[in-house]
């Protein structure tokens, strides 16, 4: 069974809570509810489309501008990805039967839940920063009877409990790897991760392959835009400064990009490992 006939198999609504936020005419986002308008709520679900579940107020905004009910000052903080995106990073993965994974951003769960209809519930464990989403992405997976086991805590620290995992799915952008992954990953295993944009505007995703010396490799792909990691945000400076040093470079497609890990830190290179990027 490939990625798109596992996302076919499990119902996203499922996992899509009452309450929604889509962004108005000047991109604020602002709340919507399937009990107030189900057609509306119904097309946002059923697009191949990101579902914005969570919002809080954005640090960098002043206070006194904060307006919920007008999205003014409001960012998201969690989202049930686009099944496109969902379907790019589980290809990635390249997933067989029976292998044990760690998913580090649960969100509403309904990635969990695919990841469960192809490897088995018992193979999966996936943490959660914040409880309240953990705690109901776990009700909702026991309801569909893929009841993976869902932690609270720092995915950046990753589940030492269950390693070694044979793969890891961050469903959060980093711009750098924590080594606890690399750790917990067997020799010849994989870690997928959405990149922030540091060194090229498509947040491109990162495929990682882990060395029985103790590092990861890894290559880059498509444009996978996520969320940050909570300790990983990016600001919009650095992003802006990160884009005109890759406009300098000649517009270099994400596929010449490397990176290698290793508990001394990580280097990303283009073309070649003598040829380093600031990022």
């Known amino acids: 069974m490939n990625a798109h006939e596992a996302l076919a198999a499990i119902p996203r609504e499922s996992f899509i809570p009452d309450e929604i936020f889509v962004s108005d005419e000047q991109g604020r986002l602002v709340p919507i509810r399937r009990s107030d308008d189900p057609e509306r709520w119904s097309r946002h679900v059923a697009a191949d489309a990101p579902v914005v579940t969570r919002t809080a107020f954005d640090p960098d905004v002043p206070a006194e501008l904060y307006d919920a009910a007008t999205g003014r000052g409001v960012e998201a903080t969690s989202s049930s990805s686009a099944p496109y995106i969902m379907a790019r990073m589980i290809d990635a993965l390249e997933l067989r039967r029976g292998m044990r994974l760690l998913e580090v951003g649960t969100g509403t769960g309904y990635n969990a839940a695919v990841l469960a209809h192809l490897l088995g519930a018992e193979n999966i464990v996936s943490i959660e920063i914040d409880p309240v989403a953990a705690a109901r992405a776990g009700r909702e997976l026991e309801k569909i009877g893929h009841p993976v086991e869902v932690i609270v805590g720092n995915g950046e620290k990753g589940h030492p409990a269950r390693a070694p995992y044979d793969r890891i799915l961050a469903t959060a952008s980093a711009h750098t790897v924590p080594y606890a992954w690399v750790e917990q990953v067997r020799p010849g295993g994989v870690i997928v991760v959405p990149w ?25 792909v498509g444009p996978s835009m996520f969320m940050p990691l909570r300790d990983q945000r990016v600001r919009p400076r650095v992003m802006q400064q990160a884009e005109e040093r890759w406009i300098a470079a000649g517009r270099p497609d994400c596929s010449r990009y490397r990176v290698t890990v290793s508990p001394e830190g990580q280097h990303v290179w283009l073309d070649a490992p003598d040829n380093p990027i600031d990022c």
């Open 196 to 220: 922030a944009p540091t060194f090229h505007p498509d947040w491109p995703l990162c495929r990682l392959v882990v060395r029985p010396d103790g590092t990861a490799e890894g290559r880059f």
